[in-house]
């Protein structure tokens, strides 16, 4: 695929997850799912975080928000990393995620402190 949303939302995708992250993820797609990559990579990336209305950081934030209340844990490792490369702080998230537990129950933030957690310590090493 090479629409310029493609290609738009391929540099910011591989700006917030890691160029090594993002090539291995199209590079692994097979016929199944390739169109799940492309679809991902120019909408979520291309169309949604290429906007001007909010920053990378504050849409990191949302998204661990979103992703913590939905339960989806590997999306959420995923964007831990990608938030603490835009610039949100572990204590940040903290709130994040204490927030998620407040309004969109416990067991969602304790998924969520349990993901972000080991995910911080693997970026500590």
Same mark, same amino acid.
């Given at each position: 695929?090479?629409?310029?949303?493609?290609?738009?939302?391929?540099e &910011?995708?591989?700006?917030?997850? #890691?160029?090594?992250? &993002?090539?291995?993820?199209?590079?692994?797609?097979?016929?199944?799912?390739?169109?799940?990559?492309?679809?991902? !990579?120019?909408?979520?990336?291309?169309?949604?975080? !290429?906007?001007?209305?909010?920053?990378?950081?504050?849409?990191?934030?949302?998204?661990?928000?979103?992703?913590?209340?939905?339960?989806?844990?590997?999306?959420?490792?995923?964007? %831990?990393?990608?938030?603490?490369?835009?610039?949100? !702080?572990?204590?940040?998230?903290?709130?994040?995620? +204490?927030? %998620?537990?407040? +309004?969109?129950? %416990?067991?969602? #933030?304790?998924?969520?402190f349990?993901?972000?957690?080991? %995910?911080?310590?693997?970026?500590?090493?």
């Amino acid at each position: 695929m090479s629409s310029e949303k493609f290609n738009q939302g391929l540099e &910011v995708r591989k700006a917030v997850l #890691g160029a090594e992250h &993002v090539d291995r993820s199209l590079a692994n797609a097979t016929d199944f799912d390739r169109p799940m990559q492309e679809l991902t !990579t120019e909408w979520c990336w291309g169309t949604c975080w !290429t906007r001007p209305g909010l920053s990378r950081r504050d849409r990191s934030m949302i998204n661990l928000a979103m992703l913590s209340a939905l339960g989806r844990p590997d999306e959420l490792a995923l964007h %831990v990393r990608g938030a603490i490369t835009n610039g949100v !702080t572990p204590e940040e998230i903290t709130e994040v995620f +204490y927030q %998620v537990a407040i +309004y969109c129950g %416990v067991p969602a #933030g304790v998924e969520a402190f349990k993901v972000g957690k080991r %995910v911080l310590a693997e970026l500590e090493k």
